[in-house]
């Protein structure tokens, strides 16, 4: 089983500290749209967006990830798989990520949403592995750095498996 990370409740608490932080920033500002990035997101888009206190919309987007493919995680190849479903031109953008590792997905993200002349575009991640950055991306909201290890739970998975354990945890190679 995996060892337990961030806590259900840490979690909770950290994720509540991030709601009021975009609340403040978007409180007196046009409309508001989240892009949850599927599937790994969904869970922590959930419960940010019911911690929210601010009038918002949800999207969702889906992109390849090197989980489908090693050949995508050697070259940091991103596709599109699903985009969003409304214009996000002069809307104030807010893109939800579970995690960022080497920094590809949400650099390709953010590439492809600035494209689009958004009013803003910010990034909220729930977690970040600092040792593996191979491109330097700017997070306006974080829920925590971890370590290089594979975290599973709370919506994050290893080959689908554990995406509803209620901790995020790492996964411990069987040798
Ligand atoms: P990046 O493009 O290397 O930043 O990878 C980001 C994507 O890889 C995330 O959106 C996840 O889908 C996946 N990923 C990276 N590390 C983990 C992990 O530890 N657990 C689960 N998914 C991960
Ligand atoms: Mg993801």
């Known amino acids: 089983m995996p060892e337990t990370l961030i806590s259900a409740s840490e979690i909770s608490e950290r994720v509540d500290e991030l709601a009021r932080e975009i609340d403040a920033t978007y409180r007196d500002e046009g409309e508001l749209v989240l892009i949850g990035v599927l599937k790994g997101s969904f869970i922590f888009?959930?419960?940010?967006?019911?911690?929210?206190?601010?009038?918002?919309?949800?999207?969702?987007?889906?992109?390849?990830?090197?989980?489908?493919?090693?050949?995508?995680?050697?070259?940091?190849?991103?596709?599109?798989?699903?985009?969003?479903?409304?214009?996000?031109?002069?809307?104030?953008?807010?893109?939800?990520?579970?995690?960022?590792?080497?920094?590809?997905?949400?650099?390709?993200?953010?590439?492809?949403l600035a494209a689009r002349s958004p009013a803003s575009l910010r990034i909220c991640s729930l977690v970040r592995k600092l040792d593996r950055a191979e491109i330097e991306v700017e997070v306006d909201y974080l829920g925590f750095d971890i370590p290089d290890v594979w975290v599973v739970g709370y919506g994050l998975d290893w080959a689908e498996r554990y995406r509803t354990l209620p901790d995020i945890c790492v996964v411990v190679p069987e040798s």
């Open 45 to 112: 888009l959930a419960d940010l967006s019911r911690s929210l206190t601010i009038p918002h919309r949800i999207e969702f987007i889906a992109v390849s990830s090197y989980g489908d493919s090693e050949s995508t995680r050697r070259t940091g190849d991103v596709r599109l798989l699903m985009d969003i479903r409304h214009p996000v031109t002069d809307i104030h953008v807010l893109l939800v990520e579970d995690i960022i590792d080497t920094g590809h997905t949400i650099e390709y993200l953010q590439r492809l």
